[in-house]
């Protein structure tokens, strides 16, 4: 994996979005697409890639999964649309709409789309149904979405990636069940509890965008370090505690303002009930699991 942007606002040049490539090859899922270009030349900077930055947009992308429509997980993938190639997004119905009837309008931006007025046929969208399982071409991943709760009015996705077997699963913008009043989390945590105990599920990608001290009613559908222990609470009670030290968990999308990210890693690892693996992804800095 190589993350191109690892924060949730503010830092343009450094907004969530995660290559994901089975060891080995080159044939990356683009998970979110908030910043793409920096990302890529602070990887290449860093010779986490001995390319160029043409080639890693046009040849090592293949695909690009969007988990929401906020600009902050798509604007890397609009702006840097007329130099990218030909290939397919994915995402839920929901989030479909939002970049066909929001973003490739010709008014915002060109719809670079294969669909509608003035469609140019660069990308096509894909649409797929929650829980359905699916097939990404040219990267051998089968893939699977879930639906998250990310303030009432805003659906927001997860995507369970499945390589020969070995899993990974990132999560888009998401609250806790509790604050959402929603079941959405708990449904995921029952579909991925076989995978945890049997060791499969290599990570989970998730985000905590606030340090505890925000308050409940201003976290706009999105966790605090407690609201994360909170959740994995759950997984623990479907997976036995023990299944679960040692288990990675990358933290995406911390809020960039002040001293925020500081805090709220010093708060996770101050608090680690379940012994998990805390992961703080760089920039451009590869992680291998
Ligand atoms: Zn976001
Ligand atoms: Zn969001």
Redesign the pocket.
Known sequence: MVPLGIFGGEKEENLSSYLVSATGKNQFLCLDAGTINAGINKAIENKTFNTDENTVLKEYIKAYFVS?G?L??VSGLIINSPADSKKNIYAIPFVKNILLNQYFTNEVWANFSDEGAGAIGKYHINAVEPQKIFEIPETNFKAQFFELS?TKTHE?SAILINHQGQYLLYLG?TGADRVEQSNKLENLWKNIAPLVRNKSLKAILIEVSFPNAQKENLLF?HLTPNLLNEELNKLAFLVGKEHLKGFNVVITHRKPTGKNPEIIADELKANNPFQVNWVFPEQGVKLSF
């Open positions: 929401h906020h902050d997980h990310h927001s913008d559908g």
